[in-house]
Every structure is written in C-alpha cells, then in structure tokens.
C-alpha cells in the first residue's frame, strides 16, 4: 500500500512540476511560441515521457484548472440538509471572491492575471476550455439525477459561474483591485444566482429531479 501511495505521490510530483515548468515558458514567450520538445527540455525530461502525461500540449495549461471540472458537483453532492442547489453554489462561489480564489476572477495578483491573459490569450486553449466546461456541466447534471432536464440546470449553473468570473477577471485586466472590485462582484453574485434560483424553483435537490425525469 505504502509503494503504491509513493507511485502515486511521484506521479502527482510528476504533472505538477511539469505543468509549472510549462506555464512559466508559455506566460513568458507566449503559448504558441513554445513548443513541446522545449517545455521537455526545462523539464529536463524526454518528449515521449511528456506525451505520457499529457498527451496534449494543451493539456499543460488545462491540468492548472482540471480539479474544477467537477468543483460544482461536489459541493452540490455536499450540500448541507435543506440547502438548495443553486444556494450551495452560491455560497460556495461567494466564500471563494471572499478568499481570492483565482476561480472568480477576483485575484489582481500578477502571475494569476498573466495565467489568465495566456489562457484567454491562445485560440487552441480557448477551443479547450470549451470541453472543460462540457465536463463540469455532465459531472453536475449526474449529481442532480442525469436526464434532460438536469442537464439545462448544470448547463445554466455552470454558465453563471464561468460570467461572473470572467467579468471580474476583465475588470482585474483593466487594472482595477480586487479590493475595489469585490462589493460589485459579490453583489452580482448574489443578485444573479438569486434570479437563476428563481427560475429553478423547479429544482428543489437531485432526488426530487430524478422522481420526475
């Protein structure tokens, strides 16, 4: 057991130093002016052994973000009794502007604006971020019971989230500070997801929703 968690452990090791070593290359020069076999080099790694990991060299940039494909899932799937859905959500993206979390757009911290200005800055990342975002809208729609109607609810869920952060992250772009900024974002906040729990008032939980699939 213990070998099998040290495998794991290095393996972790592996996708972390790599990715790191790659998003400082590509925020530097720029995402498509790096190419792979450079991003192993500074690894001090082989391509082929790159490749193993990630498979695509978008892949390098996307791992940063991957823990969040199925971030809404999880804190729906948590929710405290009595809790709606879109409430968890809520909640949970309001206590991330209070703590900066780069996910909400609300981080004026420079190395996360030019993560974010090289993420939004490369075409094939953008076309990526689209099946991030796929993702995250099925993991969701499976903790609220699958089927059609799940899915126009996580689709809508997942949509407030990804406008809200952007538009904080346009404003950091725009130079202004998060201190600034934060009674807007969490006004927005709250006032949108309040107007999206309005119109999901259909939505009471995952069990509910399945019964009437």
């Known amino acids: 057991m213990s070998e099998i968690g040290l495998r794991e452990r ?34 001090e790694i082989s391509k082929p052994t790159l490749f193993r990991y990630f498979p695509a060299k978008e892949d390098l940039v996307l791992y940063r973000i991957a823990d969040h494909e199925t971030e809404s899932a999880r804190v729906v799937a948590g929710r405290a009794e009595g809790e709606s859905v879109v409430g968890a959500v809520r909640a949970h993206f309001l206590a991330g502007l209070a703590r900066r979390d780069p996910v909400t757009g609300l981080n004026d911290d420079p190395r996360v604006l030019a993560f974010y200005r090289m993420l939004y800055g490369a075409p094939s990342l953008v076309a990526r971020l689209y099946g991030h975002l796929e993702r995250a809208e099925a993991a969701l729609a499976e903790v609220l019971g699958g089927g059609l109607d799940a899915r126009v609810a996580a689709a809508q869920i997942v949509a407030v989230r990804r406008v809200l952060a952007e538009e904080n992250w346009r404003r950091m772009e725009r130079g202004e500070r998060a201190g600034e900024v934060e009674g807007d974002a969490v006004a927005a906040a709250a006032r949108v997801f309040g107007r999206l729990e309005e119109g999901l008032g259909w939505l009471p939980g995952a069990s509910t929703l399945s019964e009437t699939r």
């Open 10 to 43: 290095k393996r972790r090791r592996m996708y972390e130093t790599v990715s790191e070593v790659a998003v400082r290359l590509f925020v530097e020069k720029g995402f498509d002016a790096v190419s792979v076999a450079e991003v192993a080099a500074a690894a």
